[in-house]
């Protein structure tokens, strides 16, 4: 799974970069919570859109199957990357345990 | 560099269009072209934004609309920046008229989508997201503001009636607008009843899909000579982008873009935001206007949202915000918003906005952004 793409950093412009490994753990900077979907996630409607500071560095996106109401999720929330059973980056709340299987 | 002027500015209805797109464009294109003065041969170059114009099967869109207006030997091409494409469109046509290369030239931005269903327009919305990165992970068009939202609503806690002051704002004045999709007034109880899209924001809070068309005609000071309108000097047309995806963003609050477009804006017009009469601002979602009052310079950060509550915002405050309804109740036909900002001004200049004058109009700012701030134009225009 892969965060982002550039040949150059867009903060500095600088292109003399590597690849590196991302922590899988981290907590919620911004999220929303769905009712109208994409149309690649037409039967997972309500579901959360989570911006995610990795712990360590980095931010990235991804989707939260489990987050169905916005009473669910706050900022803060400590969340982890579960593999997905879609193409996108999805994410669980840390509290919710290992995903079955 | 030449003074340019806008000259002329039209728009159709916003809301559902019978007629094709590229038939409503012409149409608008010959109604600024007349209003103007000038005649169709005048016009040196023709810049078409028509995002979603391959969904009516169509593309090279320019040369149609140039046959139509008997001028098929004047060039044209087509500009592309997202919901900020026609305002792109008259930052081509300033440099070519202000550089010389033209004495006159035609911005006409249209689109219609009310052929699709509200699923694919949703879909053909997101394309201007980054698919691999946003799309892919869950976000909308409206997912993307409300998780803006929510970042600044962590900083700047807001009770969801300030969202809800934006909105019944920009339908009392769309309600006075013969352009406007929703010429109707809504209360606090109907947006606060509407359902939630993307948390915090509810329907009330999305602009709606739109067909419509504007176009608007630059021409240089010295080719117009004795103008029949009042012209609009076009005192700054300045562009910027940033980082398209919000999670590589050094912060989350507003949009970089805008702040960028907005400096260099001032810069050149030698202008200050307090020297600003009133503003059209890309107000896709209610959260979008607050972002760009602040991200513009005319309020402190975290300030804005009261701004809307206090009715400073409104036409007879102190700031006059989106007079036409913007894009939250006039329509946002994409292609056509950047265009129809500047036929608002045009027409407040011009003593046409009958019922929704705003008081003071020797200066005004249009704001027109591309998706969620990869784009941006700020335009600033002033009397003679």
Redesign the interface.
């Known amino acids: 799974m892969t965060?982002?793409?550039a040949l150059a950093c867009?903060?500095c412009g600088r292109a003399d970069l590597e690849e590196t490994a991302l922590s899988e753990r981290g907590a919620v900077?911004?999220?929303?919570?769905?009712?109208?979907?994409?149309?690649?996630?037409?039967n997972?409607a309500p579901?959360a859109?989570?911006?995610v500071e990795l712990d360590g560095g980095g931010?990235?996106?991804?989707?939260m199957p489990s987050v169905r109401s916005?009473r669910d999720i706050a900022?803060g929330a400590r969340v982890r990357f579960v593999p997905g059973y879609k193409?996108?980056?999805q994410f669980a709340k840390e509290s919710e345990g290992a995903p079955p299987g | 560099m030449r003074e340019a002027w806008v000259v002329g500015a039209a728009s159709n209805r916003f809301g559902k269009m019978p007629e094709t797109g590229r038939e409503a464009a012409t149409r608008v294109s010959l109604e600024a072209i007349r209003q103007s003065g000038l005649e169709p041969k005048d016009i040196g170059y023709t810049f078409v934004s028509n995002c979603f114009g391959l969904t009516e099967k169509q593309g090279h869109v320019g040369p149609l609309i140039n046959g139509g207006l008997g001028i098929p030997d004047v060039p044209s091409c087509t500009i592309e920046s997202a919901c900020s494409s026609s305002s792109a469109g008259l930052h081509e046509a300033f440099v070519h008229v202000a550089g010389g290369f033209t004495d006159a030239a035609l911005v006409v931005g249209v689109e219609k989508l009310s052929h699709l269903d509200t699923?694919?327009a949703?879909?053909y919305f997101?394309e201007a997201a980054d698919y691999?990165?946003?799309?892919?992970?869950?976000?909308?068009f409206?997912?993307l503001y409300?998780?803006?939202?929510?970042?600044y609503q962590?900083r700047f806690p807001m009770k969801p009636e300030v969202l809800g002051s934006v909105a019944i704002k920009n339908h009392a004045n769309a309600a006075r607008n013969p352009h406007a999709q929703f010429q109707k007034e809504i209360t606090m109880e109907t947006y606060l009843n509407s359902?939630?899209?993307?948390?915090?924001?509810r329907l009330f809070d999305c602009c709606p899909f739109s067909d419509g068309a504007a176009a608007v005609v630059v021409a240089a000071k010295e080719f117009v000579k004795k103008p029949v309108t009042e012209p609009l000097v076009i005192r700054a047309s300045a562009r910027a982008g940033s980082?398209t995806?919000?999670?590589?963003r050094?912060d989350?609050l507003g949009l970089p873009a805008t702040r960028t477009a907005a400096a260099k804006a001032f810069r050149q017009a030698g202008l200050a935001p307090g020297q600003i009469d009133f503003l059209e601002v890309h107000d896709c979602f209610t959260i979008a206007e607050i972002l760009a009052i602040e991200d513009l310079g005319f309020r402190p950060r975290g300030t804005a949202g009261q701004s809307e509550v206090d009715g400073e915002t409104a036409r007879d405050g102190k700031l006059p915000v989106n007079p036409s309804g913007g894009l939250k109740a006039k329509g946002h036909p994409v292609s056509a918003t950047g265009a129809s900002q500047v036929v608002e001004i045009f027409e407040q200049f011009n003593g046409l906005a009958k019922g929704r004058e705003v008081a003071r109009t020797e200066t005004a700012l249009a704001h027109n952004v591309g998706a969620t701030g990869g784009s941006c134009s700020v335009h600033i225009f002033s009397r003679r």
């Open positions: 965060a982002t793409w867009p903060r900077a911004a999220f929303t919570v769905l009712s109208v979907p994409g149309d690649e996630f037409l997972d579901y859109y989570v911006v931010r990235v996106t991804g989707w916005e900022i193409p996108g980056v | 699923l694919s949703t879909s997101a691999a990165f946003e799309t892919k992970n869950g976000a909308t409206p997912g409300a998780t803006l939202a929510s970042a962590a359902p939630m899209i993307a948390s915090p924001l980082i995806e919000m999670q590589d050094p989350l």
